[in-house]
């Protein structure tokens, strides 16, 4: 297996609502010389995919009851509440803090919510990008989760296009010989991790280029398969 | 930001009980032509740090009875049952399938405990990188652990050296100039995480190198730091 390499890009611009992110961004990686080659996987944030969706609202940040029904109207079950901070679980069924709205990286007085669908937009990148650039790229729209019982958070896949989210491993054989258990391994969220340790959150990096992955992984997975389904959730 | 850039070290032999794995680790990445510099972290799972430390414990792995009785032993606490599956906090405060004992890649009628100590296990061979190559490295020991809410595996921290835990970004400014609110990134996680995705289950690489990451995660993080107290943690 080979070295993996992760990017940062910069030089992509304040996003504005309606802005078109694959000319953006393949834009911005030629620009600082690594330009996107297929095989690549980009990883966006979150917060540019909201913005250039126009998925912001105006809040008053300082209006708790505002923002709590905010959170309760992106949400459809709220898990536990501690002060302000609410874990729900979203529309999409993501289990998160605040239903992953956020008033950071925000024009005062708005707030990004989720993309209504992160799997279509990584995939309207994906083919902006194939169709305008002639490129081959997978995408992953990434975001900030806490988890239960470790402290810290982490960035893992909202979105996906032409990437496995879970890389099933079972059947295959360790290397003593024997069927290996459990090993499904949510690649997708790995890369959102790994590609995190290179955008920094203050430093306004929103996009990372991943080169190497396994081009075994190269197939449509979608985030709604690291969704656990309720009945199998043991913690919700 | 630079790049960061992830290299799985090949041809680590099968180990046993006592091996010096500082030596075996860096005399593996000499041969492949990317010796360990100053500043990378290394990356090495916990399954060879168990065996050189003797964590191995005989078993039948047919008896259910003593495969539960050993998980019980090594767990403070059962979180939840089902079936064969038992998710168990272990002495360390890791909240983990079956008390992170595995039997996959031990030899036949073996069972590989976690480490006593990882962060211990990291600091050793770190210090023994130090004392005999003279190189100033990080390490990681990583372990693949469930979640809930998400489908899949991921590679996390159970033992750290010379790494933060934790990057805390709080109080520092996002690109608007706004302070950020809750920023604290599990980076020795996404470093696991990050370091799985060239290791593959079954391709016996158990070792990576991270090279490039932020100098200021250049800090005696711990593993525990990543272990959320019970009276924070909002799903224990």
Known sequence: MR?????PVHGIPEIRPGDGLAAL???AAAAQDTPLLDRDCVVVT???VSKAENRLVAI???DRD???ALIESESVRVLRRRGDLLITETRHGFVCANAGIDLSNVEDGYAALLPLDADRSAQRIRDGLRATRGVDVAIVISDTFGRAWRNGLTDV???IAGLAAVADLRGTHDALGRELQVTEVAV???VAGAAELVMGKAAAVPVAIVRGLDPTWSRDGRARDLVRAPADDLFR
Chains 1, 2 share one sequence.
């Open 60 to 62: 008053d940040p300082d």
């Open 3 to 7: 070295a993996l390499t992760l990017i």
């Open 188 to 190: 997708a969220d790995e």
């Open 25 to 27: 961004i393949a834009d």
């Open 46 to 48: 979150q917060k540019v």
């Open 157 to 159: 896949a909202i979105g």
């Open 66 to 68: 505002a923002r709590r």
